[in-house]
């Protein structure tokens, strides 16, 4: 089946561009001796992951329990989930991976770090713990290489937790600096660091450039997006991710509205105004020639991973043809 | 269960609260004679659809096929699908649905209405067809009564079509002006107009105060969010529906990062100033007294419709305690 003869609207992979996506960005860090452990929070497919992990990653990265588990189940055997995560019900299902798989996570203060050692050691397993760092996002972390190395040091010495180094999220100028002091901080106290890991799609060819950084974690890096076209990491050729969807009504000679949002390539005049929830609103004033009623445009979107997120399933396309219907096995995951 | 025990994120419905708005707003528009075709993007679920039939609803309102679809299946007779239907395989799918239930839809150009009446003859089946009309959204809609009453004639003729009326969203001060107009030119033909729907929950309240309104369509009335809030349509004691979520993370004294977004009711003062995936990120620097790590808070999303399309299940409790967990059955139909 050639891909114009899908209903719309529907997520389309080029997987030809998928594929050299995956290998690039693997032969990139394999040549300067980073870990690649991409995120897979950007395609929730196991599928993916596999390929991700035949091509030379360590593991990979997941966000939400929800999410490692589909993976686990999958056969995915080494997963990172850099979040604080609390509470009874979500510890238990932690316990629960970490017999299955090698899992890994991070946290950014006591509490975590103690509820965490109190779930292992009634589990009786060894479960590596990373500490959380802020280089600048502001989001979640500790705030400053002294707090680091002290939450490093009261991992080590918790029972039935290994401290697995730092993380931080996204690669930034502080992030040789931070983590250098920490480091010094801690080999004073005769405790090595195994591990820096970092990550970002708009960073990901400027990770050799950190000095420090053991392993990257990426996830757009193999679709790709508006956001990841504007870093200038990707180029539009390199983008495997569309939308297809059809122009359902045009009011006005200059107004549209389709199923969807983003940059429509075949139109890149066309100005995405606004959304609701089943239409996107388009001015093609600027349009030399103007989409009609029932055609068909493919859109990049601004933000590959939310749009999974919605789809329950994607379509992989070679050449334009349909090779594989792929379920976002993943996806909706809150907890 | 209490939802205390819950884990988190949830999605918590007030059952009390959810059937008191059910029943206010149907009471409302009864006394003024006012069809009722709730909009049932809002929840997704087929019993709360058949708790508003039951109240007195004539029938739904759904945005997408795959909506319809699945409230068909689960025993609902009469379903609104205000939207361009184009192509074969769309069209195909809603014959099937109109061979099973009352479905009428809408067009707002020639070229919608030639498909549909093209499908309906092959499938010999009658459809009502409403006149999409912009009375001032510019989102879809022809742009003027003259235009609209053009529409209505060519779908009059059209075999197989039935022209159903206008239909246009949100009620505005143009629509009385637009409808009696368009129903003027149409009865100089001998054409009568059965239907002029209309919708939106902030001014469900003033529905009575258009003259020309013979239906309306609500969808966030029964379970509200900030932006109801906002418009002044509900208050806080009504709203029914809320997000549970536990603070993962305090980075620094002002600063927390926890599972959700909106109104943090426990914390107004609190202000959630950016999001990602997985974190909201909220200022607290002006509450009294501040949430710590592991506190779960109720929150009051800015537009619940979008948070039922992420969410699988939804829990409805009643005083606190459980009593059903809710498949959002129609969620995630993206075409």
Chains 1, 2 share one sequence.
């Not at 090698?102 to 050692?117: C, K, N, P, Q, Y």
Request: charged share 20%; hydrophobic share 40%.
């Amino acid at each position: 089946m050639h891909l114009s003869e899908l209903e719309t609207p529907s997520v389309i992979i080029d997987l030809d561009r998928l594929e050299a996506n995956i290998l690039r960005l693997q032969n990139y860090l394999s040549h300067y001796g980073i870990a690649n452990r991409p995120h897979v929070k950007t395609h929730k497919i196991p599928a993916i992951a596999h390929l991700q992990i035949n091509a030379g990653a360590v593991g990979i990265t997941c966000q939400k329990l929800g999410e490692a588990e589909v993976m686990a189940e999958a056969g995915i055997k080494d997963i990172f989930l850099p979040y604080n995560l609390i509470g009874a019900a979500k510890l238990e299902r932690l316990m629960n991976l970490a017999r299955q798989v090698r899992m890994s996570v991070t946290a950014d203060s006591e509490i975590i770090v103690r509820g965490l050692s109190a779930a292992v050691q009634g589990a009786g397993l060894t479960l590596p713990v990373l500490v959380e760092c802020d280089t600048g996002a502001k989001r979640c972390g500790v705030q400053s290489p002294e707090a680091a190395a002290e939450l490093a040091r009261l991992i080590a010495r918790s029972p039935g937790l290994h401290f697995g180094g730092f993380m931080t999220y996204p690669n930034s100028e502080q992030l040789d600096p931070f983590m250098r002091a920490a480091k010094h901080r801690l080999a004073e106290q005769g405790l090595t660091v195994e591990c820096v890991s970092g990550g970002g799609t708009p960073q990901m060819w400027q990770a050799h450039t950190h000095r420090e950084l053991t392993e990257h974690r990426a996830g757009m890096y193999l679709y790709g997006d508006r956001y990841t076209l504007r870093s200038g990491a990707m180029a539009l050729a390199d983008c495997s991710f569309r939308v297809r969807a059809t122009v359902v009504s045009r009011p006005t000679p200059d107004m549209l509205s389709l199923e969807g949002h983003g940059l429509i390539t075949e139109y890149p005049e066309a100005q995405i105004y606004s959304l609701s929830e089943e239409h996107g609103h388009v001015d093609i004033s600027r349009c030399a020639s103007k989409p009609e009623v029932g055609e068909a445009v493919m859109i990049i979107p601004n933000h590959c991973c939310v749009v999974t997120n919605l789809a329950n399933e994607v379509v992989g396309v070679r050449r334009g043809e349909v090779e594989v219907i792929w379920p976002v096995a993943a996806r909706g995951q809150v907890q």
